[in-house]
Nanobody, 123 residues
Framework: QVELVESGGGLVQAGGSLRLSCAAS????????MGWYRQAPGKQRELVAD???????NYADSVKGRFTISRDNTKNTVFLQMNNLKPEDTAVYYC?????????????????WGQGTQVTVSS
């Protein structure tokens, strides 16, 4: 019912920047919180940052001051500007969205995930 498509990943040298985008499409009534998570090889998926519809944001300590999350509610899109990237930022980055969906029992909230985009930071 809701598809999230990420873009913007790639290979960058340490100290460089990347901007990730994630656009939501499909049948939904609205989107509340949108977020970015990442998963490095052999590690659990972890929160990078999330942002409410009112643009209140929350960051992992490891990215504070380097990453900025933003969103465009008119386009149901969330962005992650990543500056001063470090090799330890290397991971697959996933976006998610808390979307309100109309179902037969009523309007319910579901969490949807994108397919992920690879970010690799070389030293």
């Amino acid at each position: 019912q809701v598809e999230l498509v990420e873009s913007g990943g790639g290979l960058v040298q340490a100290g460089g920047s990347l901007r990730l985008s994630c656009a939501a499409s499909g049948n939904f009534l609205g989107i509340n919180t949108m977020g970015w998570y990442r998963q490095a090889p052999g590690k659990q998926r972890e929160l990078v940052a999330d942002i409410t519809r009112a643009s209140s944001s929350n960051y992992a300590d490891s990215v504070k001051g380097r990453f900025t999350i933003s969103r465009d509610n008119t386009k149901n899109t969330v962005f992650l500007q990543m500056n001063n990237l470090k090799p330890e930022d290397t991971a697959v980055y996933y976006c998610n969205a808390d979307a309100l969906v109309r179902t037969r029992p009523g309007d319910l909230t579901f969490l949807f995930w994108g397919q992920g985009t690879q970010v690799t930071v070389s030293s």
